[in-house]
């Protein structure tokens, strides 16, 4: 296995699969990430409009555009990366999606660890979404999803609606003392909802209301159907960290291959043959791509009719007092060209 590794990843089929691979995950990532980022700016604009100045505190939309930005940014690196064979870009897409993978999953181990304080923490933050549910309308139809759903009411138990100013049992609306009817039990498909089935519920104890609403919180209600559906979470997790580990992973071997490509002899370095003199219209490129970055056995540089035994395509080793002295071709260039016999490799002298 091994052996048939090695020879498929020095095959140039191998680069160009990975390559266009790494593309083509990296495109359509960007497309998703600017998708969901359009999506985040058009939420946020009809928000602006239709909140109050009171409902500032939890907005969706605001998480959507970052999130679109950081994929669309990230990904376009990778894409861009991928396409020129840039090794400092594709080291920056595999060091931010490793960081943001471990920052995931670094999240989810503290949050199964600290379970207490991150139910409080939730709680906290529904509680204080819950004093501007009538103000922002993307968190009340989130929290109406959440409730109908995974019939549940509030964050910790259906009491935490006293918190809202509507709600709470001192008003003197119809909405005093109760609770949105989204928290309502329901009996029969395609009922007409009654809005005010929640009428001066937050009065009485849990056992009375046992049909009438919903009286477990939806921190407990969501944990519980995590863990009855131990197939779904472990499924819903695995959608969200495979894409990030399959770039990983392409990023990777790409950045490799690259490096190894970069450090062979046989791949066309500008930069070092504009220090030795040479121009690009002395160079045989063929077999170099379009990228002018594929390796080809024997290097690019011009070899002369004139000297064909001077000059060595590989390695030259010259043998002093018994001891093998290897040097690289490229180190032998003459700093000045004068004629095309001066381009083979520097004589040694072996009498020295």
């Known amino acids: 296995m091994p052996d048939y590794y090695t ?11 990975i390559k266009f691979t790494l593309n083509v995950y990296s495109m359509l990532f960007s497309l998703v990430g600017l998708c969901v980022l359009c999506v985040g700016l058009y939420a946020e604009v ?6 109050t100045l ?9 998480v959507l555009i970052l999130l679109g ?6 990904s376009l690196v990778g894409m861009v990366g991928s396409l020129r064979d840039n090794k400092t870009l594709l080291h920056m897409f595999l060091c931010v999606l490793c960081a943001l993978l471990a920052l995931q999953a670094l999240g989810l181990i503290i949050a199964l660890i600290f379970e207490k304080k991150t139910s409080a923490l939730f709680h906290k933050t529904i509680q204080e979404g819950i004093k501007h549910y009538y103000d922002d309308l993307d968190f009340k ?3 109406d999803y959440v409730q109908r759903k995974f019939s549940c009411c509030g964050g910790d138990q259906y009491s935490d609606w006293a918190v809202n100013q509507y709600h709470f049992c001192n008003g003197t609306g119809p909405l005093a003392c109760g609770v949105p009817y989204t928290c309502c039990v329901g009996h029969k498909v395609g009922e007409v909802v009654n809005t005010l089935c929640g009428y001066q519920t937050l009065k009485e104890q849990r056992e009375v209301l046992d049909g009438i609403i919903h009286v477990r919180g ?26 990030q580990l399959l770039g990983i992973l ?30 690009y219209s002395e160079l045989d490129l063929d077999g170099a791509g379009w990228c002018l970055c594929l390796p080809r056995d024997g290097g690019y540089l011009p070899v002369p009719d004139s000297e064909p035994d001077t000059w060595a395509s590989d390695v030259t080793f010259v043998d002093v ?10 180190h032998s260039i003459p700093e000045t060209k004068t004629s095309a016999s001066n381009i083979g490799v520097d004589e040694v002298d072996s009498h020295a």
């Not at 500032?56 to 605001?62: C, G, K, N, T």
């Not at 930005?69 to 990230?74: A, E």
């Open 7 to 17: 020879k498929w990843k020095n095959n140039i089929r191998f680069y160009y699969f």
């Open 46 to 51: 009809e928000r602006q409009k239709n909140r």
């Open 54 to 62: 009171e409902g500032v505190f939890l907005a969706p939309a605001v």
């Open 69 to 74: 930005l950081v994929m669309f940014t990230v």
């Open 141 to 143: 139809n989130i929290l």
């Open 218 to 243: 939806c921190i407990h209600a969501v944990n519980l159907w995590m863990g009855d559906n131990i197939g779904a979470t472990i499924g819903l997790c695995c959608a969200v960290g495979l894409p």
């Open 250 to 279: 392409l990023s990777c071997v790409f950045w490799n291959l690259l490096v190894e490509m970069s450090e062979s002899e046989d791949m066309v370095d500008f930069k070092i043959l504009k220090r030795a003199g040479y121009k």
């Open 321 to 330: 007092d018994q001891v093998k002295i290897q040097e690289p071709i490229l």
